[in-house]
């Protein structure tokens, strides 16, 4: 189990593209509540959570998401593993379109991408034990033996570092690192080959993030496993990814390799973002960019660039204007931004 | 200016006593940022909330000084805290929606504090009182509009009027912040004020904190579990754990040159930018439950690598290892 290797930014065919987002969009319709029903100019709100996103994962890397709050990241990890319907666009899985994959053929594809939650306080059943959490995968799967699933369970608590007499306990027996512990070992349970991992340290303490983070890089390289790695902090996804996607608006204003967007960012946000980040090494901090304002809604981007609000480089009228397209600058690093075209 | 001396705050509950803050000593000066950083349920909120004499029930606080100024806030009646609180000292909660109420206009809970401390006083009572007060209320109105625009709310004046919903998580955290400036106070409590907000508001927040600290010379605990923030932004930095400070010391020894063997797997277990990917340090264990820790020897013993059998029983206390450093462990006894 190897992983994909990097030739300058080209990336081993014979593995290949795994995943390929075309064109994604997930809107969400928002309708007036009964008050605002009554104001006949109120119509309904159109949310673009994820506005035409392209994408395209490898086997066996660890992609990065990251962007601040409300930019669409957990909306984009819940389409691609289809928990959400997509508005408009392809998701194509190992050659095959899913995105509008229905019965049989979507349950298939669910069991081998799979979601890790965000929190581990309220994505685990207070009312199931560890058993019950993992009975059920288990059995979708097509684990019928009770025998070979308790054998299963077993293995499966002992391999994320949980000891199998915890079988019987309830989730709030457990702290947040054991019940994130619990979460990623009810996504191993379906075999999956592509897991969502949603910020799946930030609820914990510091102290155990380096513990559940060890612990995916693990299993990441044991099961041959594809992750996309959501998160807002950034010194975490620098360190797990391979490549990075930076998101703003609904929109990918940044991709590259790791090393490309932390050391040699071009996007205005991107430069922004990594400004901001606090660090312990005084010789690490970089010169803070302060942002002006705050990120405006999804129900109305900016027209042009989404980021011309914030932005301290806005070329001119064109910014306002004309929507960036995600542009290849260099190998393998694209950039949406009127500064590079 | 502030000297916190063996603080002891006891939660009693069906599973025995918690000891949320035990033994804890902390001292601040004037014009300082002291940094208090600590893993959740550390006892930092606790800290915080016992400088104000605002421990919930059923906590309370058992034993302990905290002198304020010389004077110890654990012997003034309730109406004297009344008065040091929002006035002399004022605290920033870790929840907005503690200190914003959501039926009120953002600019009225601000003008509220200024009444409330009696911030612009009226001018004479009488026959002319119902004057008067229009005239005070108007004063208020621009006190308010100037204090939200030297948070950086823009618009003020279009603002005043906005309810907490309508503003974003910063500016909710902007209005808080214009609250608890409003009676210019000596001493801010900030309660993880940017843990909610992302980095780049996070950085607009921390911008305008040190801004404060430097025009009005106003001294800040800053309470964070991010090393990386406190690092940044304090003069000094004290590391808790399990309701005790086990190390603290300006900002360039302790993060420069952890002693506690809990600091130095802190940081070590940050994920850092650097060229050179390595594996995670992480520690061992889980973080401890309060209500079943042991009331001897040192509470990181069984997570600790550098302990030894002495550990378990040791009686210890804050150690002075170098000029203003203090570490509280075994090795430096
Ligand atoms: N079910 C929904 N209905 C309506 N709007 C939604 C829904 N889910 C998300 N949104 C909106 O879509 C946008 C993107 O939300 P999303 O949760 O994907 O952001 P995110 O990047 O994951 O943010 P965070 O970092 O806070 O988790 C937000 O403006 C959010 O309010
Ligand atoms: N109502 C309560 N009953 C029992 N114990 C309590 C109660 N409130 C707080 N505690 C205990 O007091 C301890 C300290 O709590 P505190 O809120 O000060 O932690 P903290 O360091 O602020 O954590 P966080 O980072 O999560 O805010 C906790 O371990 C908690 O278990
Ligand atoms: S006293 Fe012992 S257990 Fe505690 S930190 Fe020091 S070495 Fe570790
Ligand atoms: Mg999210
Ligand atoms: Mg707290």
Redesign the pocket.
């Known amino acids: 189990m190897h992983k994909v290797p990097l030739k300058d930014g080209v990336l081993d065919m014979e593995n290949g593209t795994f995943i390929q987002i075309k064109n994604l969009k997930k809107y969400?319709i928002?309708e007036p509540d009964l008050l605002t029903r009554v104001v006949p100019k109120k119509k309904k709100r159109v949310?673009k959570?994820v506005d035409d996103i392209n994408l395209e994962i490898n086997k066996g890397e660890t992609m990065g998401l990251v962007?601040?709050?409300?930019?669409?990241?957990?909306?984009?990890g819940l389409t691609i593993v289809r928990l959400y319907e997509p508005t408009d666009g392809k998701i194509i899985f190992e050659g095959e379109d899913i995105a509008e994959a229905r019965g049989e053929k979507l349950k298939e594809y669910r069991k081998r991408a799979q979601i890790i939650f965000?929190n581990p306080y309220s994505s685990l059943n207070p009312r199931k034990t560890v058993r019950d959490i993992l009975t059920v995968p288990l059995i979708a799967v097509g684990v019928k033996n009770p025998h070979v699933r308790e054998e299963r369970i077993e293995y499966l608590l002992e391999r994320v570092g949980l000891n199998h007499r915890h079988m019987d306990s309830y989730p709030h027996q457990f702290s947040g690192g054991q019940r994130q512990r619990i979460g990623i070992a009810r996504a191993l349970a379906m075999n999956p080959q592509f897991i969502v991992a949603d910020?799946p340290v930030s609820a914990l303490d510091v102290s155990i993030q380096a513990q559940i983070i060890n612990l995916l890089e693990e299993l990441k390289e044991e099961l041959n496993l594809t992750y996309l790695f959501?998160s807002?902090d950034l010194s975490v996804v620098y360190h797990v990814s391979d490549r990075v996607a930076v998101?703003y608006l609904g929109k990918i204003m940044e991709l590259g390799k790791t090393e490309d967007i932390f050391f040699n960012p071009v996007h205005p946000y991107t430069k922004a973002l990594l400004s901001a980040i606090p660090s312990v090494d005084k010789r690490k901090r970089r010169k803070r960019i302060i942002l002006e304002g705050t990120v405006p809604?999804?129900v109305n981007p900016p027209k042009g660039c989404r980021f011309h609000t914030r932005c301290f480089m806005k070329k001119g009228k064109i910014c306002e204007e004309v929507e960036p397209q995600l542009k290849e600058i260099e190998n393998g690093h694209f950039v949406a931004c009127h500064l590079y075209s | 200016m502030l000297e916190i001396r063996n603080l002891k705050v006891i939660f009693e509950t069906d599973r025995g006593a918690v000891r949320a803050v035990n033994g804890l000593d902390l001292s601040l000066e004037k014009g300082k940022i002291l940094g208090l950083v600590g893993e959740s349920g550390s006892g930092k909120s606790m800290t915080l909330l016992s400088i104000l004499r605002l421990v919930p029930y059923p906590g309370k606080i058992v034993e302990g000084e905290i002198l304020f100024e010389g004077e110890d806030l654990l012997k003034k009646s309730p109406s004297e805290m009344r008065e040091i609180r929002g006035k002399d000292i004022a605290m920033i909660f870790q929840d907005p929606m503690t200190t914003l109420n959501p039926v009120f206009p953002v600019g009225e809970q601000i003008r509220e504090s200024l009444r409330v401390h009696n911030i612009i006083k009226p001018e004479r009572e009488g026959i002319l009182g119902f004057l008067r007060e229009k005239d005070r209320r108007k004063k208020e109105y621009e006190k308010v509009v100037e204090l939200m625009e030297k948070v950086g709310i823009s618009y003020p004046e279009k603002r005043y009027f906005s309810y907490p919903h309508q503003f974003s998580g910063g500016m909710q955290q902007r209005a808080i912040i214009a609250i608890a400036l409003s009676c210019n106070p000596k001493l801010l409590l900030a309660d993880e004020p940017t843990t909610a907000l992302d980095v780049t508001i996070q950085a607009q927040i921390l911008d305008l904190l040190r801004k404060i600290n430097e025009v009005n010379g106003t001294s800040i605990i800053f309470v964070t579990h991010d090393l990386a923030v406190a690092a940044e932004f304090c003069d000094e930095i004290a590391v808790m754990y399990a309701g005790q400070i086990v190390e603290k010391g300006p900002v360039d020894k302790v993060i420069g040159e952890p002693k506690h063997p809990y600091t130095k797997g802190l940081l070590k277990s940050i994920p850092k930018i650097t060229r050179k990917k390595e594996k995670l340090y992480a520690i061992p264990g889980n973080v401890p439950d309060l209500a079943s820790l042991s009331p001897k020897g040192c509470p990181f013993y069984e997570r600790c690598e550098e302990a030894v059998e002495e550990c378990k029983e040791v009686e210890l206390s804050l150690i002075e290892v170098s000029d203003g450093e203090f570490v509280r462990c075994i090795k430096y006894l």
């Open positions: 969400f928002e949310v959570a962007g601040e709050s409300g930019c669409g990241k957990t909306t984009l965000q910020e959501i807002h998101m809604s999804p």
